[in-house]
């Protein structure tokens, strides 16, 4: 049983569209920076000559001297920093927290005739729910504090996790069930080494959505429980109307979520590597 695997490797595929002309001779890098200045562009000569008021819509120049200042101050004072790292730990908490329940109550929901019949419908619909709506609710049970803000993060991430892996332990096929039950496989040995193996794509499709709702479940909370946190920078500056040091701390926040994403899709090329396409 140590040598078999079930599932084929796929060899890498090159896209068969063909490169032509500068813009496909350029770098996979170098259109995404062109529709970025293009859009800041029209951003800024919307507002210069679109009479539109800067408490309204600032333009990037008036954002881009705000971002200016955050950096400053996240790195001078310590101030925003701190509130940052509040809301990377409320984020972290909530996401380990989803993953070990999501985790053991998907595995529960895939193997059982009952979980996938019966309850996987269920989590499919609670994911389906606005759960943004929910964080009054954690709030008014949980308080003000860090505990309000994780457990929102991790309710609003653990769904995906439970369908994925669910659909994961659960997508085996016959064939490769059969292969190992005439190897005389033990249940573990079917469980780890082919159910595992087969949810773990699914598990990481589900993971990258998780990570990214997991930081809207946290900013969410901080934003509406006040209190500490990068969203609670987020609500003060708006009741003040700064909306160019909104957009600045909208750009942290995005930059933190690119790097969660990144992280874990980092993760699951290193684990699954057999079924990384692209």
Known sequence: MTRSQPTEARPRRRSAEP???LLGRLPNWAPVLISIAVFLLAWQLLVSFGNVSQLVLPSPLAVGEQVVVVTQQMFDGG?????LWITVQEIMLGFVLAVTVGVLVGIVVG????GRRGIMPLFVLLDATPKIAFAPVFIAWFGFGIASKFLMAAFMSIFPIIVSTAQGVAAVEPDELKLFQSMKASKWD?????RVHRALPYLFTGLKIAVVACLTGAVAAEFIG????FGEQVRVAAARIALDRVFALILYLSLLGLALFLAVAWLEKRLTFWN???
């Open 111 to 114: 193997l059982t005739s009952f």
């Open 190 to 194: 079917i469980f780890w080494k082919l």
């Open 226 to 229: 006040g209190g500490i946190g």
């Open 79 to 83: 101030f925003l920093a701190g509130q």
């Open 276 to 278: 990384v396409r692209n």
């Open 19 to 21: 490169r032509s002309g």
